[in-house]
């Protein structure tokens, strides 16, 4: 399973952005998928997740009203709308997968399938 992750930049703060991660060589309707971030000098951190059905959504709370997830299994790919950006949303935004028909997890470490990152940078 690949995942190819885009649509970083550099925006004022306020802005909004959307991530897209295209995933292939797999069967991307039964994975559960989630959007991670890693700003300089800190450790990984849970952004949002949703489950392989799309009917499970659990944002972290700094992001909730915010940030949209959603998934388009025609196309392989699943969103990161992200609305009203903050400075501290500054950070390498990672998209992830977890095993096919496993449930959505907060926890990076039960994502086996990482994209490259695309940094996102708001500027205050």
């Known amino acids: 399973v690949q995942l190819q992750a885009s649509g970083g930049g550099l925006v004022q703060a306020g802005a909004s952005l959307r991530l897209s991660c295209t995933v292939s060589?797999?069967?991307?309707?039964?994975?559960?998928m989630g959007w991670f971030r890693q700003a300089p000098g800190k450790e990984r951190e849970f952004v949002v997740v949703i489950s392989w059905s799309g009917s499970t959504v659990y944002y972290a709370d700094s992001v909730k009203g915010r940030f949209t997830i959603s998934r388009d299994n025609t196309k392989n790919t699943v969103y990161l709308q992200m609305n009203s950006l903050k400075p501290e949303d500054t950070a390498v935004y990672y998209c992830a997968a977890r095993a096919a028909y496993t449930t959505a997890s907060y926890s990076a470490y039960e994502y086996s399938y990482w994209g490259q990152g695309t940094l996102v940078t708001v500027s205050s």
């Open positions: 060589g797999g069967t991307f309707s039964r994975l559960p």
